[in-house]
């Protein structure tokens, strides 16, 4: 919605450059990790998932890239297109009976 | 198939005043979950339910309460609307109880108190 996201760090991009959108996670136990898209109102929608025993994971037009080292998580868009325009949310978890924890998101803005 | 479902889309109370947020999915999924949305602030967990007949506190469960209904549907209550419950409301299912499943969401209601 509108309200949502008026103080979140914001990313622009031209259309058709790559994006690269990051997250920094504090739980050095967390094993499971995913990123959402959320359009403008309406619900976030899954994009991409790893685990931690991996450290990359691709899918159509995205990559997520895992260190668990200093704790980060990026998620890499190829080729930005105006219908990637969003706010980005990385979520994580430590085992799979724990709820998910959401970061606080990052908006994409794709420059026609 | 509809998905996640929430009624209403927009909602307008004074402070005091109660009122249910209704949710529904039709995926068969056994999961479902309450969370609200705030600026800057993320999706917070309010309540989950991990299977039909259970449910548990989230991250931010205080002036909420949830009822389970049956299978399909997850209903969110406001007791007692406050200013600091103005929020976009969001709805969740997921195949099952564990989180690694991926979660579907509903659109949202967006909540106002005065």
């Known amino acids: 919605g509108e309200s949502v996201g008026l103080h979140l760090p914001t990313l622009s991009v031209q259309e058709g450059d790559n994006s690269i959108i990051n997250c920094a996670y504090s739980?050095?136990?967390?094993?499971?990790f995913i990123w959402y898209k959320q359009e403008s109102g309406k619900g976030p929608q899954f994009i991409i998932d790893?685990?931690?025993?991996?450290d990359k994971r691709q899918g159509q037009r995205v990559t997520v890239l895992l260190n668990k080292t200093v704790k980060h998580l990026s998620l890499q868009i190829a080729a930005t297109q105006p219908g990637d325009s969003a706010v980005y949310f990385c979520?994580?978890?430590?085992?799979?009976?724990?709820?998910?924890?959401f970061g606080k998101g990052t908006r994409l803005s794709v420059i026609a | 198939n509809a998905g996640v479902t929430q009624t209403p889309k927009f909602q307008v109370l004074k402070t005091g005043q109660s009122m249910t947020l209704q949710c529904a999915q039709d995926?068969?999924?056994?999961?479902m979950y309450w969370y609200r949305q705030d600026p800057g602030m993320g999706l917070r967990l309010i309540y989950y339910?991990?299977?039909?007949?259970?449910?548990d506190k989230g991250e931010v469960p205080n002036g909420y309460n949830v009822s389970r209904l049956n299978k399909r549907e997850f209903s969110l209550r406001l007791e007692s609307a406050a200013p600091s419950q103005t929020s976009v409301y969001f709805c969740?299912?997921?195949?099952?109880?564990?989180?690694?499943?991926?979660?579907?969401f509903g659109p949202g209601t967006r909540l106002t108190v005065l």
């Open positions: 995926m068969n999924h056994n999961s």
């Open positions: 790893i685990r931690s025993n991996m």
């Open positions: 339910s991990a299977s039909e007949g259970t449910t």
């Open positions: 739980n050095s136990a967390s094993d499971y």
């Open positions: 979520a994580e978890t430590p085992s799979g009976n724990t709820p998910l924890v």
């Open positions: 969740a299912s997921s195949d099952t109880g564990r989180a690694a499943d991926t979660q579907y």
